[in-house]
């Protein structure tokens, strides 16, 4: 299975604070709304069918769906997604969630969805490649794929490591492992591999000072990228 079982057991044990949005999981909640509008704004979700892979909590899944879409979300993690399946009721918001693996459910369900996410989660996983290659799957022709992680290079090491999780304590240490995370040159090559147009990239960047996010050109960090499958 492509999955770091470290890496389950780390997100697992702080999955009941998912929904807190001053806990562990509050940079998610502020990222969340600007990067639901790039991809609302780029394939519109009302009426689409949607899979989230590595939904964790759900706070991305929820969103989507409270935009009309009919969301799907998947991952690895028992405790997070008993955490999404409660919030969601308690929300009233309805989201479908699995306990499967990317590429188990890309070989169920070829093909079946307009949109296709996974945030957050490429840097977490021993074979990204396979990830992108199973959301390549889970796509119908004409359909839109949209990933985010973090790049690699010094200045991303610095803020996302260094700043985030020893400074400004944002982040709980060892988050995060330098050496996974991947630069946009790497994640392209990935998503061409599998067969998907590179569309855009869009980069998210943070002020320490005023604690906002903001989406840019700045892809030295943290970045997104839209992708779409041929007809």
């Known amino acids: 299975m492509n999955a770091d079982p470290h890496e389950i057991q780390k997100f697992s044990e702080l999955a009941h604070r998912w929904w807190d949005p001053t806990s562990e999981f509050r940079p998610l909640h502020e990222i969340n709304p600007l990067r639901l509008e790039w991809i609302n704004a780029r394939a519109p979700l009302a009426g689409k069918k949607v899979m989230d892979i590595g939904c964790g909590g759900g706070i991305l899944a929820e969103s989507m769906a409270r935009k009309g879409a009919d969301v799907t979300g998947i991952d690895l993690s028992e405790k997070a997604l008993k955490v999404a399946d409660l919030h969601s009721l308690e929300s009233e918001v309805s989201v479908r969630y699995?306990?499967?693996?990317?590429?188990?459910?890309?070989?169920?369900?070829?093909?079946?969805?307009?949109?296709?996410?996974?945030?957050?989660?490429?840097?977490?996983?021993?074979?990204?490649?396979?990830?992108?290659?199973?959301?390549?799957?889970?796509?119908?022709?004409?359909?839109?794929?949209?990933?985010?992680?973090?790049n690699r290079n010094p200045k991303a090491?610095?803020?996302?490591?260094?700043?985030?999780?020893?400074?400004?304590?944002?982040?709980?240490?060892g988050t995060h492992d330098y050496a996974k995370f991947i630069t946009p040159a790497e994640l392209s090559q990935f998503v061409r591999e599998a067969g998907l147009n590179v569309d855009a990239f869009k980069g998210l960047t943070y002020n320490p000072l005023t604690k906002i996010y903001a989406l840019n050109q700045d892809t030295d960090v943290n970045y997104m990228v839209a992708c779409s499958r041929p007809l």
Do not use: N
């Open 98 to 150: 699995k306990h499967i693996a990317a590429e188990e459910m890309a070989a169920q369900e070829p093909g079946q969805y307009d949109v296709v996410t996974c945030m957050e989660m490429l840097e977490h996983v021993p074979d990204p490649a396979s990830i992108v290659r199973a959301a390549a799957t889970l796509v119908k022709p004409g359909g839109h794929v949209f990933l985010s992680t973090l």
């Open 157 to 173: 090491y610095l803020f996302a490591v260094v700043g985030a999780e020893y400074l400004l304590r944002m982040l709980p240490k």
